[in-house]
């Protein structure tokens, strides 16, 4: 009498193609192809290697803020404070080394203290009052936006900070945060390493690491993640303190390349960065995206907007081709999302 063996489908051997199709980062990666294609045609100077050096670097200022962006759209929220805080750091950083005379790493270290904080704060108020994260971190960035003009203004008597360059620590600092180096004729700055590196972690977080299941699980359903043990505040809050984290390395980036701060700068970034998120494969719903994704949308924003400059185009046309991009991108990974499910 001979057995009859069902193979179990989950077993079988799935192709390359078909894994291809389920990874959410496929939209984004054709449509940078797509995009790269294009303006290589449109701008002559768009292949010149200073031209790709300038485009990394826009796409590593954007990246880095969506990468931490991306993981919590991945754990189904959002953070529209994320822009005035990368201010925020920067103003605290820069204010506090000058008023009080102090090397300017104290500066920096309070400032990632209070910075962390604030991650902690958005987080904390998430879990404790059931609120949406959108009235929350609205809120986070009505009085960010306050404090960085009102403070700024009472303690400089303007707009922006006071010079720390003739301050102790400052080289050291802005070795760290905003160096750059010159590689042939391409100037490459610190913070593409800063994208990479961060972009890594996250991946390495998402895919390696019981925290990664546990930031699918709560995008995918807080209730059910918590009936099996995630810890779901947790969680929340260390997502965004991670936020938090890479506002401050931006915020150090924009104060030690620049030297002073505007206190009305970032205001409106935070869309930058949900965007790169989204265009890299991440759902509004949460549960679904990848670390590369944002890094493949963020590099879709640094040739958009540097390839319209090079193409000689009206700048101003820049925000049709980002909300074109964002719609588009979205309905594709969507339709990515359902292919991967129905496999």
Same mark, same amino acid.
């Given at each position: 009498?001979?057995?009859?063996?069902?193979?179990?489908?989950?077993?079988?051997?799935?192709?390359?193609?078909?894994?291809?199709?389920?990874?959410?980062?496929?939209?984004?990666?054709?449509?940078?192809?797509?995009?790269?294609?294009?303006?290589?045609?449109?701008?002559?100077?768009?292949?010149? %290697?200073?031209?790709? &050096?300038?485009?990394? =670097?826009?796409?590593?200022?954007?990246?880095?803020?969506? /990468?931490? #962006?991306? $993981? @919590?759209?991945?754990?189904?929220?959002?953070?529209?404070?994320?822009?005035?805080?990368?201010?925020?750091? %920067?103003?605290?950083? &820069?204010?506090?080394? =000058?008023?009080?005379?102090?090397?300017?790493?104290?500066? /920096?270290? #309070?400032? $990632? @203290?209070?910075?962390?904080?604030?991650?902690?704060?958005?987080?904390?108020?998430?879990?404790?009052?059931?609120?949406?994260?959108?009235?929350?971190?609205?809120?986070?960035?009505?009085?960010?936006?306050?404090?960085?003009?009102?403070?700024?203004? @009472?303690?400089?008597?303007?707009?922006?900070?006071?010079?720390?360059?003739?301050?102790?620590?400052?080289?050291?600092?802005?070795?760290?945060?905003?160096?750059?180096?010159?590689?042939?004729?391409?100037?490459?700055?610190?913070?593409?390493?800063?994208?990479?590196?961060?972009?890594?972690?996250?991946?390495?977080?998402?895919?390696?690491?019981?925290?990664?299941?546990?930031?699918?699980?709560?995008?995918?359903?807080?209730?059910?993640?918590?009936?099996?043990?995630?810890?779901?505040?947790?969680?929340?809050?260390?997502?965004?303190?991670?936020?938090?984290?890479?506002?401050?390395?931006?915020?150090?980036?924009?104060?030690?390349?620049?030297?002073?701060?505007?206190?009305?700068?970032?205001?409106?970034?935070?869309?930058?960065?949900?965007?790169?998120?989204?265009?890299?494969?991440?759902?509004?719903?949460?549960?679904?995206?990848?670390?590369?994704?944002?890094?493949?949308?963020?590099?879709?924003?640094?040739?958009?907007?540097?390839?319209?400059?090079?193409?000689?185009?009206?700048?101003?046309?820049?925000?049709?081709?980002?909300?074109?991009?964002?719609?588009?991108?979205?309905?594709?990974?969507?339709?990515?999302?359902?292919?991967?499910?129905?496999?």
């Amino acid at each position: 009498m001979s057995a009859t063996v069902t193979a179990d489908e989950r077993l079988a051997p799935t192709s390359l193609v078909r894994k291809l199709l389920g990874r959410p980062e496929l939209g984004a990666v054709v449509g940078a192809a797509a995009v790269f294609v294009f303006f290589s045609f449109a701008a002559d100077s768009f292949l010149q %290697a200073s031209s790709l &050096s300038t485009i990394l =670097y826009s796409a590593s200022t954007i990246g880095i803020m969506a /990468v931490p #962006v991306a $993981l @919590l759209m991945i754990g189904g929220e959002f953070d529209l404070s994320a822009g005035v805080m990368v201010t925020t750091s %920067a103003l605290l950083s &820069s204010m506090f080394s =000058y008023q009080m005379t102090a090397n300017v790493w104290v500066g /920096v270290l #309070v400032s $990632l @203290l209070v910075t962390l904080a604030i991650g902690f704060f958005n987080g904390f108020m998430l879990t404790r009052t059931k609120l949406p994260s959108f009235i929350i971190t609205l809120g986070t960035f009505l009085m960010l936006t306050g404090l960085n003009l009102g403070f700024t203004k @009472l303690i400089s008597g303007s707009v922006s900070t006071k010079t720390i360059a003739d301050m102790e620590g400052f080289p050291s600092a802005r070795a760290l945060f905003a160096s750059q180096w010159n590689v042939g004729s391409v100037t490459l700055k610190v913070t593409i390493l800063w994208w990479l590196a961060l972009v890594a972690v996250a991946t390495w977080i998402l895919l390696r690491t019981r925290a990664g299941n546990w930031i699918f699980a709560v995008g995918g359903g807080a209730d059910a993640a918590r009936a099996v043990g995630v810890p779901v505040v947790k969680t929340r809050i260390g997502l965004y303190m991670g936020v938090a984290l890479c506002a401050w390395i931006s915020g150090q980036h924009i104060l030690f390349s620049f030297d002073v701060v505007q206190s009305g700068e970032g205001v409106g970034n935070e869309f930058l960065y949900i965007i790169a998120a989204v265009i890299g494969g991440c759902l509004m719903t949460g549960g679904y995206g990848s670390a590369i994704g944002s890094a493949v949308g963020a590099f879709i924003f640094g040739m958009t907007s540097n390839g319209i400059v090079y193409a000689q185009w009206n700048p101003d046309w820049f925000k049709f081709f980002l909300g074109a991009m964002l719609l588009l991108a979205t309905l594709l990974n969507a339709w990515v999302r359902k292919r991967a499910e129905a496999k």
